[in-house]
């Protein structure tokens, strides 16, 4: 039986996620978290429809009331819970392949469930629960959401500004360039024709050579690509080079700490970030937290320490103060408007703002269950430390969210950090029976 990973549960549509399972998980979420409402949302996957109905069957044979979305971006879902006080569901696989999908639960006011929550979900799972059908409320929301974005600027803010936008033929296809269009920015867009199969596929967040293609050819001031569902983003400059999630943070926690805003003067961020950006912080009188990698470790700092600015490397990026989790579209203009108030290339910010110790990361499927890759190579991860001569490091993970065992090596050098990468995920492949 599927299990929460770092962001909800996830599979391959109709053979690990059935439906079956997703209306049965809807049914002891709605008994387990106490709610009375829920908003159910999803991206444009082509299993999205059948397993919202079958969720929408799940929470209302569990009690509660039920109010469809249809597409919409996670963060879209999460804020539109938060703003009605109920809670809320996301059917999606966020940068996977169109033939996974998933569920990510929130609780009441939009946000991510606590590992007891999930772990008391997890409990009362069967498998085997009969679920009736019945029929849930559509609605039109997301009207809300793109206003409230809007109107975190000035009026026709963006009006000198052309910005790229890859929407990975995803949930943010409609309302990113709406937003940006209402903004005053002269808007580019790419891949916002969803079919239900090409989401993610060679576009959008994971692949950002894309939009900087576009920028160039567009002559555009910078562009921002999405994944899928919409919580994450990545930035490329008018050059073409990418602006990764560590970048966008180190920009935005300095801004705010220059205008006194940085709550708690502080920043959130996992063990997968740079090392440059820890430097960076340092030079900026910032100080840093570092959680295990996933989201909803980085709230759980938020909450513990009153941060209000954190996320990731893969371009999860929350701004507290104004949602409940990670939003590309939230993040991106936060982005355009720094240019704009700076007045200076995002090229030029995002070089001032911190460099990278040269990086290298290799994801390798693997054949079987790895849960603690770190442990069972701790020779090879040491022998591997000491090739980089006390500058950078090594790191050893299980994704959260699919059968893949990440190597990630930093040095002084790109060809160390290559190299001493690539030995490292031949040991994985050999050991765990891998496939590059």
């Avoid at 109010?67 to 804020?79: D, K, N, Q, R, S």
């Avoid at 022998?383 to 893949?404: F, M, N, Q, W, Y």
Wanted: hydrophobic share 45%.
């Amino acid at each position: 039986m599927l299990r929460f990973g770092t962001d909800g549960v996830r599979g391959v549509a109709f053979t690990e996620l059935t439906e079956q399972y997703v209306a049965e998980l809807g049914m002891v979420a709605a008994r387990e978290l106490g709610v009375t409402k829920v908003l159910v949302g999803r991206d444009t996957r082509e299993s999205g429809k059948q397993l919202e109905t079958a969720l929408a069957n799940g929470l209302l044979a569990g009690g509660v009331s039920v109010e469809l979305l249809g597409v919409a971006p996670t963060p879209a879902i999460a804020f539109l819970a938060a703003k009605r006080g109920c809670a809320s569901a996301a059917i999606t696989a966020s940068h996977n392949p169109y033939v996974d999908n998933g569920v990510k639960l929130f609780a009441n006011g939009g946000l991510k469930l606590s590992d007891a929550q999930q772990d008391a979900i997890e409990s009362h799972m069967t498998g085997t629960a009969t679920v009736p059908t019945s029929s849930a409320l559509q609605v039109d929301l997301l009207g809300e959401y793109a206003s409230h974005i809007v109107g975190l600027f000035p009026v026709l803010a963006f009006a000198n500004i052309r910005v790229v936008l890859d929407c990975a033929n995803g949930a943010m296809s409609d309302v990113a360039p709406e937003v940006f269009a209402r903004l005053g920015a002269t808007v580019i867009v790419l891949n916002d024709q969803p079919n239900g199969k090409n989401i993610n596929e060679g576009c959008g967040a994971t692949h950002p050579e894309v939009v900087s293609e576009a920028v160039r050819l567009h002559k555009a001031d910078l562009g921002l690509a999405f994944d899928g569902d919409g919580d994450r983003v990545i930035a490329v400059d008018h050059i073409g080079d990418v602006v990764d999630g560590d970048h966008l943070i180190a920009l935005a926690a300095i801004d705010l700490h220059k205008r006194g805003k940085l709550k708690s003067n502080t920043v959130a961020v996992t063990v997968m970030t740079n090392a440059g950006f820890h430097q960076a912080m340092t030079k900026a009188g910032i100080n840093v937290i570092t959680t295990p990698v996933g989201d909803r470790n980085i709230l759980v700092a938020f909450d513990e320490h009153g941060v209000v600015l954190g996320g990731e490397q893969s371009g999860h990026i929350i701004y507290r103060d104004h949602a409940t989790t990670g939003d590309g579209l939230l993040a991106g203009a936060m982005l355009v408007d720094l240019v704009r108030r700076e007045a200076k290339p995002l090229a030029t910010l995002a070089r001032n703002a911190m460099t990278s110790l040269p990086q290298t990361l290799i994801n390798i499927r693997v054949a079987r269950d790895v849960k603690s890759p770190a442990e069972d190579l701790a020779d090879e991860i040491a022998d591997a430390t000491k090739r980089l001569d006390g500058i950078g490091r090594v790191l050893l993970r299980a994704s959260g969210t699919e059968p893949v065992v990440r190597v990630m090596v930093e040095a002084a050098s790109q060809e160390t950090a290559d190299a001493v990468a690539q030995g490292l995920a031949e040991v994985v492949s050999q050991r765990f029976g891998g496939v590059r």
